[in-house]
């Protein structure tokens, strides 16, 4: 299984500033993921971070709000830009592995006050 | 104003019994299936998947069941131990071309294990 490490792993933001999570992965992947946790509440993708191209959304996520950065096959960038307290949330870079099965790593849990 | 998501289905066991977690899942064009783990502070760790072709697969003290005919999922835990205590989530993957990326999660089940 890949071995992800996300950081930061925690953060207190003040509203209207960015936090860029940065995402490493241990072997070369083809697909990464962000996702996005709320308390208490299930995941919810973000977008699929693309090596060498624009990132692909999910419907109610624009790239203003949370530009994504995938330079390689290791490494991914999430940004989450002027920051409300509803952007409260775990934020978890996930990729497919060779055999197709995804996996999560530890999260990135951010509070905006 | 509504409450959202502050209450999750909750299953509570004794230490050593079995433990079945069930999951409604929504696409019937779904082919793809996993449960993850997530324990308290921690990211989703996952457990066990099964595909669309298959009704029952094994692992280590777990077993996940599917039902496409009632798009019913479950997982099952022998020997319940208090480390087993976490939100478990089922996942859905329907058809997306070949890759597996696009998972729909369920809303987790919180499982309690009494010592």
């Known amino acids: 299984s890949a071995v992800i490490s996300q950081k930061p792993s925690r953060d207190i933001c003040q509203r209207g500033t960015s936090l860029t999570i940065q995402c490493q992965v241990d072997?070369?992947?083809?697909?990464m993921f962000w996702y996005r946790q709320q308390p208490g509440q299930s995941l919810t993708l973000i977008a699929t971070a693309n090596q060498g191209s624009e990132a692909t959304y999910e419907s109610g996520f624009v790239i203003d709000k949370f530009p994504i950065s995938r330079p390689n096959l290791t490494f991914s960038t999430l940004t989450v830009s002027n920051m409300s307290p509803e952007d409260s949330s775990i934020y978890l870079c996930?990729?497919?592995?060779?055999?197709?099965?995804?996996?999560f790593g530890e999260g990135s849990w951010l509070t905006v006050v | 104003g509504e409450s959202v998501g502050l209450h999750l289905p909750t299953l509570s066991v004794q230490e050593g019994d079995n433990s079945i977690i069930n999951c409604a899942y929504s696409n019937s064009a779904s082919d793809y299936f996993i449960w993850y783990k997530q324990e308290s502070g921690k990211g989703p760790q996952f457990i066990i998947d099964?595909?669309?072709?298959?009704d029952k697969r094994q692992g280590q003290r777990v077993t996940v069941l599917l039902n496409k005919t009632v798009k019913h999922l479950s997982l099952q835990i022998a020997a319940t131990q208090p480390g087993d205590s976490a939100v478990y989530f089922c996942a859905e993957n329907p058809p997306s071309g070949g890759s597996n990326y696009k998972l729909t999660f369920g809303k987790g089940t919180l499982l309690t294990v009494n010592p």
């Open positions: 099964i595909r669309s072709n298959m």
């Open positions: 996930s990729v497919e592995d060779s055999g197709n099965t995804i996996y």
């Open positions: 072997s070369q992947v083809t697909m």
